[in-house]
């Protein structure tokens, strides 16, 4: 890359007011100060909703922030931004928030867009930036020195970044750096040579490191060696376009035994409200159609969609690929990454697991390594004993709400939970703990493993595990914080629609709130133990002559095919039927905006167990998070309100 980079192009503040939005696609440039309150936690659901990722290559630089919203308006359209000449974005707080899709710089950098300006991003969102070639800063400064016209410095972007980031950004990306890098092959987990105190992560982290790695403290960029790779059906196409580009066709894959293709997101989009109205069902094809390429190219695991006359459904798959790594393949002490946000899912069993952008992946798939930096540890500590139908989601949504998260302060942080009612959770609710940590801001999450560990993996994959002594956290290890939470203080909580942090307790909600949609399901919330929280909800209903309220309607997704089959030998089948429920076949669904259980209209107000409730996400109505037992409860009321709420509603 050249030592210093011109801006000719105009500056595109994402601003507030969606009339200062318009006033510069019409051709004005304004100024810092007449951009007013820029928007903060701007989310990559914005970015490039999911009804545009339907390609995945330099097509997607038709649409840029089509999903931004300012004020109550979406203000910016198709070809937009490229037609109005924008090389630069400004924006607030946490800029990027949500998932790992890589989709959303590639647009931005199809359209034309060479720098993000903002006041702090996501970890994901800027390492993908870093790898495809969108230069970062947060120094407002330099907005101030392009808008007068300098060139400036390449060093300028490299301020603040770790050695290793510094290299793959001068080098224009990741892959162009990658191809001139030495990779030897992975070797055995090697033994840290030092005593020093170490958490859970770092221990992993340190027996995986490159041997060429040029630091380990915290922040330093480094190269570890992986477990598992896996993608799924909206970015394997994506990745494997990349792979290709970078290293020709066909690529040599390091032990594809240990790649994963997952179909997951995108098999119930013949059922998906937007998908048919809008004619997307030919783009989704696309994806699907690259997605199925590679997996009939190279000999990698692959998990696809049910037959069209499987059960529940019609369609569907075998399961999402969070809960498949933690049901199938994840161990203590792996890694595992996956072209997903929530790939911490499996963070429950002690491994450290976390979300890559399909840059990353392609190269993963072909050197065995994937990039981060060395994080600090947040440790949360939850003693005490949890409330009776007081969850695991419930907890997160207390943590999302807390100031030290809201502003920022986690990201790319470890979350390590501990505590009595975290050692007291199933490895299925301690899965939602790590698995949110992606809406928390964190690298990963991770519980350390114990005997629940040993016991689900006995259950579920009917093999006997020893635990290895160095698989915990070392007395003495240094966290960057300790939160401690009281958890017989948690009551049932809710996220008020338009992001996970706008938590508040049920109790205080200060008027009813009807709603249309009940919705359960998602790598979230279609776990066996979820599944056991919507059946004690509507088998009391049943039992009390109560179903789904009249002109409602409640959707239980399951997680995996597995978890269907737990609640068929359960007997909960028959509960569901009797209470009005409608079953989907597992799949991502209403949770990426592609399947049943999606709202239809902006009226609609939907409470759900899903992890995010970015706008758009689940159809264009308003979306509030809740654990399974006040989705259940809920369904049954026609308004939000807890299990207890419930039942003392129908006693009295």
């Known amino acids: 890359m050249e030592d210093t980079i011109r801006f000719d192009g105009r500056v595109l503040f994402l601003s507030d007011d969606p009339a200062i939005v318009r006033r510069q696609l019409s051709g004005e440039s304004i100024t810092r100060a007449q951009a007013g309150a820029l928007r903060d936690n701007v989310s990559t659901d914005e970015i490039t909703p999911v009804t545009v990722m339907l390609t995945y290559d330099e097509r997607l630089g038709r649409y840029p922030y089509v999903g931004f919203k300012a004020g109550n308006e979406m203000p910016i359209g198709e070809h937009d931004v490229r037609r109005g000449g924008f090389q630069v974005t400004v924006a607030g707080k946490r800029y990027g928030k949500g998932s790992s899709r890589e989709s959303s710089p590639l647009a931005e950098l199809s359209a034309g867009i060479r720098l993000i300006v903002a006041e702090s991003f996501e970890r994901i969102y800027q390492q993908n930036c870093d790898n495809i070639g969108i230069l970062t800063t947060t120094d407002f400064g330099v907005l101030d020195r392009i808008l007068a016209g300098e060139s400036i410095p390449i060093t300028e972007f490299l301020k603040g970044r770790d050695a290793l980031t510094q290299q793959i950004i001068r080098s224009g990306g990741l892959l162009a750096y990658s191809k001139f890098a ?102 989704v094809a696309n994806l699907t159609s690259g997605h199925r390429e590679f997996v009939a190219r190279y000999p990698v695991l692959a998990h696809g969609q049910l037959a069209q006359d499987g059960e529940p459904g019609a369609a569907g798959a075998d399961g999402i690929c969070h809960a498949l790594m933690a049901e199938r393949y994840a161990l203590p002490g792996q890694i595992v990454i996956g072209t997903d946000s929530h790939t911490p899912h499996a963070g429950a069993l002690g491994c450290l697991a976390f979300g890559a952008g399909a840059t990353d992946i392609a190269n993963s798939w072909v050197t065995g390594y994937v990039r981060c930096k060395v994080p600090q540890t947040l440790r949360i500590e939850i003693d005490g004993r949890l409330a009776p139908g007081v969850t695991a989601k419930d907890v997160v949504l207390h943590l999302l709400r807390l100031d030290a998260i809201r502003s920022g302060d986690a990201i790319g942080l470890v979350f390590e939970y501990a505590g009595s009612a975290v050692r007291a959770m199933s490895v299925d609710e301690r899965a939602t703990l790590t698995n949110m940590v992606a809406e928390l801001g964190g690298f990963t999450g991770i519980v350390e493993p114990d005997e629940k560990t040993v016991a689900f993996l006995k259950a579920r994959r009917g093999i006997d595990f020893t635990l290895e002594p160095w698989v915990t956290s070392d007395p003495g290890a240094s966290y960057r914080d300790v939160i401690r939470i009281d958890a017989a203080s948690l009551t049932p909580m809710l996220a008020r629609p338009g992001d996970p942090g706008n938590g508040v307790a049920l109790a205080e909600l200060d008027a009813p709130v009807a709603i249309d949609i009940a919705y359960g399901g998602s790598c979230t919330a279609g776990k066996r133990d979820d599944f056991d929280a919507y059946h004690d909800v509507l088998a009391w209903g049943v039992a009390k002559g109560l179903r789904v309220a009249q002109g409602r309607s409640l959707f239980l997704q399951f997680g995996t095919m597995d978890v269907h089959a737990y609640c068929e030998a359960q007997g909960y089948l028959k509960t569901f039927e009797a209470a009005g429920v409608t079953l989907i076949s597992p799949g991502c669904g209403a949770c990426a905006n592609c399947g049943p259980g999606q709202s239809t209209s902006a009226e609609q107000v939907t409470i759900s167990a899903i992890n995010r409730n970015f706008p758009g996400r689940s159809g264009p109505g308003s979306v509030w998070l809740a654990s399974p037992y006040t989705v259940a409860a809920s369904a049954l009321a026609g308004r939000i309100v807890s299990f207890d709420e419930l039942k003392a509603t129908v006693a009295s």
């Open 182 to 283: 030495e990779w030897p092959a992975p070797l055995a987990p090697v033994e840290a040579a030092d005593a020093t105190p170490r958490t859970l992560v770092e221990k992993i982290m340190a027996r995986r490191l490159h041997p060429a790695t040029p630091g380990t403290a915290h922040g330093d960029g480094v190269f570890l060696r992986v477990d598992w790779r896996f993608s799924h059906d909206y970015f394997t196409g994506m990745c494997a376009h990349l792979m290709h580009r970078a290293f020709g066709e066909p690529a040599a894959l390091h032990d594809p035994a240990r790649i994963i293709a997952f179909q997951d997101h995108l098999v119930l989009a013949a059922q998906s409200f937007p998908h048919v109205s809008q004619g997307l069902l030919p783009g």
